[in-house]
């Protein structure tokens, strides 16, 4: 080793030379190691024989060769003298070429793996690794069970087991050998790891035993029709020493089915296969080779219809374009094969037709007109193919196809029509029906007699007659007339006549009394037979209704002494050719004078100037266009009270106070205005006055209605703030020298001061109170034309009528509640317990239930809509003397009649008090009921209201303009909040000091 290291230092390595003298010739010997191989002389070592191990090299002149066996060395020679050292059991010799080590009885001892060392001082070379296997060989191979005979896989199964005749080491692995029939080179079929049997040995010696289990059914690799003959053998690394059994056996193989195909008549099946409904069809499956035999099924469609090589089956209808075909299999169910699938074409005989028109069955008879074309249909049963048609009258052939198109004549009449069928064979055709033509001749034309070029005229309620004629037909004609679209039905009388052909002509008659809504409508005479009614003749004549007029008169003016009424009388009547007679005036019965107006075309205008209370009374005016009325009078009326009252002002209100006031009427309502002035620096207890004007104005109407007062004046309190009712300079309460007494006095009168903005300079001074705010509109100050702007509102004289909404409610009775319970099972099925129902919040999952219950209702649940009652709660349907009353008071004022008029009033007496006895029992049941359920009470408190009072549109915070209830709500809450949070606590308490004087208010008046 050392001499090693200094084989790069010559100087070092020269002293160590000298020192040890020796080792110079190993150092040579090194420079010529080279490789060397262990081999042993036989391929297969066997138990009880000798094996040579040869570590061989090119050349053994130098070192030694030793041979060893893990740790132990059973060869050990030096190439000087070729002298070996003897081991037990091992014998040794060595030469140029190497080492040869012989073991002249091999044990179980003697196996392992060898290597060969070559030493060289001062290094060693290693050959490579041999390992030795000392193997016991039987004497040969067994089949063991051999079976009787040949095996056929396709009936039963097989095993064949291959031993070895005695003590075998190392385990073998066993080859399965096939062969033809014809013997020729075996083939592996495969190769099994074989399994200890019973036997005498000494471990790790065995008898062993291969088995190869061959299932039934089992398949060549190929699946083609295999008969082989079986072997097996041991393979061994020295091929002389193989092992074969003596025996063989035959299998043979299972073929799996794998086609199949129909025949029918040992023809092969196509596409498609032609059969007759009703007649017995016999088809084969055919397979090709397949051992063993196949299971055969067949199926039309779908549909399971048999099983076995052959099918004898009764086609139906059902079955065109099903497809058939059989399925067989004879090794593995899994693996069925299907035969070609023809669509089967069944053919089905005509076997019934009948005729029909416009898809009507045609029965007995078959009604035509002569020379108009008709089409019929022959309408077979089912049937494949289509059938051919023939068409016959009589016995003459009128044409082929599925429908006929041929024009009637007389000639035609009374003879059979009908088809003639057939498809499969002509020599069965069936006929159709056979119906009797039966021919007729229909109205050409129609005469309305007593009619001109132009329109006919009636005179409203008097009766005239027409008269209409058709031309010859046959059967009897049909007339029919009409007013505009309506049939009329009354006042007709009809007669039939024959002429010389036995044709009939209708002679009809119809008295009519025609009223002004039928005018410029037509009458028209429609003539036909029986079959003719969507096409009728007709003859027309336009209709001219001519009537009296209706006499209408209109007063303008205020009614008031020193004052001009016009009056105008304008007439409605045809034709609009008017006389117009003198106007008369009348008080009670008693004629006063006759008037002349000023008369147009059109209507008559009376002018009464400068008025008086003589003029009071009734002013008629009398219009005819020579055209009696209903009452067979030629002139008719219209009238007009007059009732003149003196004009000046309420001088019962005078009090002291600057200010005056005036009453008039509207509607029938009175109201009083007033104009009020209060000086700047008058005393608060001033404003007093103005309340007791307003009490006295209430005393003189009925207890349980609200005045109609309407104020406007300068009242000169410069503090308030009308908004929010406090003092818009300090946001304080209001004193009663600055206003809050006005606003006391406002509120018990029930009455609202409407002027919000500046009327001079940023003061408002300028107010307009009023107990109908609700009535008033457009508050404005246009024109600003003096220190004090002036103040204008439109007042609307009548309201619109309430209208109630209409209402849908549900019609539970009625309801589909097993749909809405599916409903419900699958809603929460699938969507709402689908894993997200935790996820989602309590609002969500409420979202979505109420939304289903929607739903559900909406879809399973009918739904009913009502509509809006506007008549007053109390008037039931027992008070029928309203509508009495009603007409006879329009029968007066058409005739003017005293005895009428008479009537009229007594009417209305009664119908007054009939309704006031309703109201009273409305009223106090009403009372009656306050405690349990006051909604219907304050109910009718609201409608009772002379204002309805309402929150009119508003614009919201974003200037739109909102109307709903909610979107009110919304932009109120907004404002408030936004707007006015920090007047809540100062308004309050000025509604607190508010209501806390006027207790004390109260309680000095009780006490």
């Given at each position: 080793f050392?001499?090693?290291?200094?084989?790069?230092?010559?100087?070092?390595?020269?002293?160590?030379?000298?020192?040890?003298?020796?080792?110079?010739?190993?150092?040579?010997?090194?420079?010529?190691?080279?490789?060397?191989?262990?081999?042993?002389?036989?391929?297969?070592?066997?138990?009880s024989?000798?094996?040579?191990?040869?570590?061989?090299?090119?050349?053994?002149?130098?070192?030694?060769?030793?041979?060893?066996?893990?740790?132990?060395?059973?060869?050990?020679?030096?190439?000087?003298?070729?002298?070996?050292?003897?081991?037990?059991?091992?014998?040794?010799?060595?030469?140029?070429?190497?080492?040869?080590?012989?073991?002249?009885?091999?044990?179980?001892?003697?196996?392992?793996?060898?290597?060969?060392?070559?030493?060289?001082?001062?290094?060693?070379?290693?050959?490579?690794?041999?390992?030795?296997?000392?193997?016991?060989?039987?004497?040969?191979?067994?089949?063991?069970?051999v079976?009787?005979?040949?095996?056929?896989?396709?009936?039963?199964?097989?095993?064949?087991?291959?031993?070895?005749?005695?003590?075998?080491?190392?385990?073998?692995?066993?080859?399965?050998?096939?062969?033809?029939?014809?013997p020729?080179?075996?083939?592996?079929?495969?190769?099994?790891?074989?399994?200890?049997?019973g036997?005498?040995?000494?471990?790790?010696?065995?008898?062993?035993?291969?088995?190869?289990?061959?299932?039934?059914?089992?398949?060549?690799?190929?699946?083609?029709?295999?008969?082989?003959?079986?072997?097996?053998?041991?393979e061994?690394?020295?091929?002389?020493?193989?092992?074969?059994?003596?025996?063989?056996?035959?299998?043979?193989?299972?073929?799996?089915?794998?086609?199949?195909?129909?025949?029918?008549?040992?023809?092969?099946?196509?596409?498609?296969?032609?059969?007759?409904?009703?007649?017995?069809?016999?088809?084969?499956?055919?397979?090709?080779?397949?051992?063993?035999?196949?299971?055969?099924?067949?199926?039309?469609?779908?549909?399971?219809?048999?099983?076995?090589?052959?099918?004898?089956?009764?086609?139906?209808?059902?079955?065109?374009?099903?497809?058939?075909f059989?399925?067989?299999?004879?090794?593995?169910?899994?693996?069925?094969?299907?035969?070609?699938?023809?669509?089967?074409?069944?053919?089905?005989?005509?076997?019934?037709?009948?005729?029909q028109?416009?898809?009507?069955?045609?029965?007995?008879?078959?009604?035509?007109?002569?020379?108009?074309?008709?089409?019929?249909?022959?309408?077979?049963?089912?049937?494949?193919?289509?059938?051919?048609?023939?068409?016959?009258?009589?016995?003459?052939?009128?044409?082929?196809?599925?429908?006929?198109?041929?024009?009637?004549?007389?000639?035609?009449?009374?003879?059979?029509?009908?088809?003639?069928?057939?498809?499969?064979?002509?020599?069965?055709k069936?006929?159709?029906?056979?119906?009797?033509?039966?021919?007729r001749?229909?109205?050409?034309?129609?005469?309305?007699?007593?009619?001109?070029?132009?329109?006919?005229?009636?005179?409203?309620?008097?009766p005239?007659?027409?008269?209409?004629?058709?031309?010859?037909?046959?059967?009897?004609?049909?007339?029919?007339?009409?007013?505009g679209?309506?049939?009329?039905?009354?006042?007709?009388?009809?007669?039939?006549?024959?002429?010389?052909?036995?044709?009939?002509?209708?002679?009809?008659?119809?008295?009519?009394?025609?009223?002004?809504?039928?005018?410029?409508?037509?009458?028209?005479?429609e003539?036909?037979?029986?079959g003719?009614?969507?096409?009728?003749?007709?003859?027309e004549?336009?209709?001219e209704?001519?009537y009296?007029?209706?006499?209408?008169v209109?007063?303008?003016?205020?009614?008031?002494?020193?004052?001009?009424?016009?009056?105008?009388?304008?007439?409605?009547?045809?034709?609009?050719?008017?006389?117009?007679?003198?106007?008369?005036?009348?008080?009670?019965?008693?004629?006063?004078?006759?008037?002349?107006?000023?008369?147009?075309?059109?209507?008559?205008?009376?002018t009464?100037?400068?008025?008086?209370?003589?003029?009071?009374?009734?002013?008629?005016?009398?219009?005819?266009?020579?055209?009696?009325?209903?009452?067979?009078?030629?002139?008719?009326?219209?009238?007009?009270?007059?009732?003149?009252?003196?004009?000046?002002?309420?001088?019962?209100?005078?009090?002291?106070?600057?200010?005056?006031?005036?009453?008039?009427?509207?509607?029938?309502?009175?109201?009083?205005?007033?104009?009020?002035?209060?000086?700047?620096?008058?005393?608060?207890?001033?404003?007093?006055?103005?309340?007791?004007?307003?009490?006295?104005?209430?005393?003189?109407?009925?207890?349980?209605?609200?005045?109609?007062?309407?104020?406007?004046?300068?009242?000169?309190?410069?503090?308030?703030?009308?908004?929010?009712?406090?003092?818009?300079?300090?946001?304080?309460?209001?004193?009663?020298?600055?206003?809050?007494?006005?606003?006391?006095?406002?509120?018990?009168?029930?009455?609202?001061?409407?002027?919000?903005?500046?009327?001079r300079?940023?003061?408002?001074?300028?107010?307009?109170?009023?107990?109908?705010?609700?009535?008033?509109?457009?508050?404005?100050?246009?024109?600003?034309?003096?220190?004090?702007?002036?103040?204008?509102?439109?007042?609307?004289?009548?309201?619109?009528?309430?209208?109630?909404?209409?209402?849908?409610?549900?019609?539970?009775?009625?309801?589909?509640?097993?749909?809405?319970?599916?409903?419900?099972?699958?809603?929460?099925?699938?969507?709402?317990?689908?894993?997200?129902?935790?996820?989602?919040?309590?609002?969500?999952n409420?979202?979505?239930?109420?939304?289903?219950?929607?739903?559900?209702?909406?879809?399973?649940?009918?739904?009913?809509?009502?509509?809006?009652?506007?008549?007053?709660?109390?008037?039931?349907?027992?008070?029928?003397?309203?509508?009495?009353?009603?007409?006879?008071?329009?029968?007066?004022?058409?005739?003017?009649?005293?005895?009428?008029?008479?009537?009229?009033?007594?009417?209305?007496?009664?119908?007054?008090?009939?309704?006031?006895?309703?109201?009273?029992?409305?009223v106090?049941?009403?009372?009656?009921?306050?405690?349990?359920?006051?909604?219907?009470?304050?109910?009718?408190?609201?409608?009772?209201?002379?204002?309805?009072?309402g929150?009119?549109?508003?614009?919201?915070?974003?200037?739109?303009?909102?109307?709903?209830?909610?979107?009110?709500?919304?932009?109120?809450?907004?404002?408030?909040?936004?707007?006015?949070?920090?007047?809540?606590?100062?308004?309050?308490?000025?509604?607190?000091?508010?209501?806390?004087?006027?207790?004390?208010?109260?309680?000095?008046?009780?006490?």
């Open positions: 050392q001499a090693t290291r200094l084989m790069g230092r010559p100087k070092q390595l020269m002293g160590f030379i000298q020192m040890y003298p020796f080792l110079f010739y190993y150092l040579f010997i090194l420079a010529d190691a080279q490789s060397f191989t262990l081999k042993m002389n036989r391929a297969l070592p066997l138990k024989s000798s094996l040579v191990l040869s570590c061989e090299l090119l050349s053994f002149t130098s070192g030694a060769i030793q041979l060893w066996k893990g740790n132990e060395k059973p060869a050990d020679c030096a190439s000087k003298g070729y002298d070996c050292l003897f081991f037990p059991g091992y014998s040794s010799t060595a030469n140029q070429t190497g080492v040869f080590t012989t073991i002249s009885s091999l044990t179980r001892q003697n196996e392992g793996t060898y290597m060969c060392k070559l030493l060289l001082h001062p290094t060693e070379s290693q050959s490579n690794n041999l390992t030795v296997v000392v193997y016991t060989i039987p004497p040969h191979l067994d089949f063991r069970q079976p009787d005979g040949n095996v056929d896989l396709g009936v039963t199964s097989a095993r064949l087991q291959c031993t070895t005749s005695g003590c075998t080491y190392p385990p073998p692995s066993v080859q399965w050998l096939t062969q033809g029939q014809t020729s080179s075996y083939e592996v079929y495969t190769t099994v790891n074989s399994t200890i049997t036997g005498s040995c000494v471990p790790p010696e065995q008898i062993y035993t291969s088995t190869l289990d061959l299932q039934q059914n089992t398949t060549w690799s190929d699946n083609s029709d295999k008969v082989l003959i079986f072997s097996c053998r041991i061994y690394p020295d091929s002389t020493m193989n092992l074969n059994t003596s025996g063989t056996h035959t299998i043979k193989f299972a073929v799996r089915v794998t086609e199949a195909y129909l025949q029918q008549y040992n023809q092969n099946i196509t596409s498609k296969l032609t059969v007759n409904s009703g007649e017995p069809v016999t088809l084969t499956c055919v397979t090709g080779t397949s051992q063993p035999d196949p299971i055969i099924g067949w199926y039309i469609g779908s549909r399971s219809v048999g099983s076995g090589t052959s099918l004898t089956f009764t086609p139906s209808n059902t079955d065109h374009n099903e497809v058939i059989c399925q067989a299999y004879n090794t593995d169910p899994s693996l069925k094969v299907d035969s070609n699938k023809p669509s089967l074409f069944v053919r089905v005989r005509v076997t019934v037709a009948y005729i028109k416009n898809n009507q069955n045609i029965t007995s008879t078959l009604i035509v007109n002569s020379g108009e074309s008709v089409t019929l249909t022959c309408v077979t049963g089912t049937s494949r193919p289509a059938p051919t048609i023939g068409w016959y009258i009589g016995s003459r052939s009128m044409g082929s196809g599925t429908s006929l198109t041929f024009t009637p004549s007389n000639t035609d009449h009374n003879e059979v029509i009908y088809c003639q069928a057939y498809n499969i064979d002509p020599n069965l069936v006929d159709s029906n056979k119906p009797r033509l039966f021919v001749v229909q109205v050409s034309s129609v005469t309305l007699e007593g009619s001109t070029g132009g329109p006919k005229v009636f005179n409203e309620g008097y005239q007659t027409l008269k209409c004629i058709t031309s010859p037909s046959w059967p009897v004609p049909i007339i029919r007339w009409l007013l679209n309506k049939a009329m039905t009354d006042n007709i009388t009809s007669i039939s006549m024959t002429d010389g052909d036995e044709l009939y002509v209708l002679n009809s008659e119809i008295t009519l009394v025609l009223m002004r809504n039928s005018s410029n409508q037509k009458i028209r005479c003539g036909f037979i029986n003719q009614e969507t096409s009728p003749v007709y003859a004549v336009a209709v209704v001519w009296a007029p209706d006499v209408r209109s007063i303008s003016g205020n009614i008031v002494v020193h004052s001009t009424v016009v009056l105008l009388c304008v007439p409605q009547g045809n034709p609009p050719q008017y006389t117009f007679h003198p106007w008369i005036h009348t008080v009670g019965q008693t004629e006063i004078q006759m008037l002349d107006g000023v008369n147009t075309i059109n209507n008559s205008t009376l009464l100037s400068n008025i008086s209370i003589q003029d009071t009374g009734t002013y008629t005016c009398t219009v005819d266009n020579g055209v009696p009325g209903l009452d067979r009078q030629v002139g008719q009326t219209g009238y007009k009270d007059v009732d003149v009252q003196e004009s000046s002002p309420v001088t019962s209100l005078n009090n002291g106070s600057e200010s005056i006031w005036c009453k008039f009427s509207i509607n029938g309502k009175s109201h009083y205005v007033s104009s009020w002035y209060r000086p700047p620096d008058t005393p608060s207890d001033n404003i007093i006055l103005l309340k007791d004007q307003l009490d006295k104005i209430k005393s003189q109407g009925k207890s349980n209605q609200q005045s109609n007062i309407h104020i406007m004046g300068d009242f000169n309190y410069r503090k308030v703030d009308w908004k929010m009712k406090h003092n818009k300079e300090y946001g304080s309460c209001l004193s009663d020298s600055d206003g809050q007494q006005l606003i006391n006095i406002l509120h018990e009168a029930g009455a609202k001061q409407l002027i919000t903005f500046p009327s300079g940023h003061n408002t001074l300028d107010l307009f109170i009023t107990t109908l705010p609700g009535q008033f509109v457009n508050i404005q100050s246009p024109d600003h034309l003096s220190d004090h702007d002036i103040i204008e509102a439109n007042f609307k004289c009548t309201l619109p009528r309430k209208t109630v909404p209409k209402r849908t409610y549900f019609q539970y009775s009625r309801g589909n509640y097993n749909q809405m319970r599916s409903d419900a099972r699958k809603f929460t099925k699938e969507r709402y317990f689908n894993d997200h129902h935790n996820t989602r919040s309590e609002e969500d409420w979202g979505m239930i109420k939304n289903f219950i929607g739903e559900t209702l909406n879809f399973n649940v009918p739904t009913k809509t009502l509509r809006s009652r506007q008549s007053l709660p109390w008037i039931n349907s027992d008070i029928k003397a309203l509508r009495r009353r009603n007409h006879t008071h329009t029968t007066y004022k058409r005739t003017k009649s005293q005895k009428v008029k008479q009537k009229w009033q007594n009417l209305r007496s009664e119908v007054n008090k009939l309704v006031q006895s309703a109201h009273d029992n409305y106090n049941n009403l009372i009656g009921d306050i405690k349990k359920d006051p909604k219907p009470f304050w109910k009718y408190i609201n409608n009772q209201k002379a204002d309805k009072q929150i009119p549109p508003l614009a919201n915070n974003h200037g739109n303009i909102v109307k709903s209830d909610v979107e009110k709500a919304e932009a109120l809450n907004h404002q408030f909040s936004k707007n006015k949070l920090k007047h809540i606590t100062q308004t309050s308490s000025c509604i607190i000091h508010y209501v806390h004087n006027t207790c004390k208010h109260i309680t000095q008046k009780t006490s």
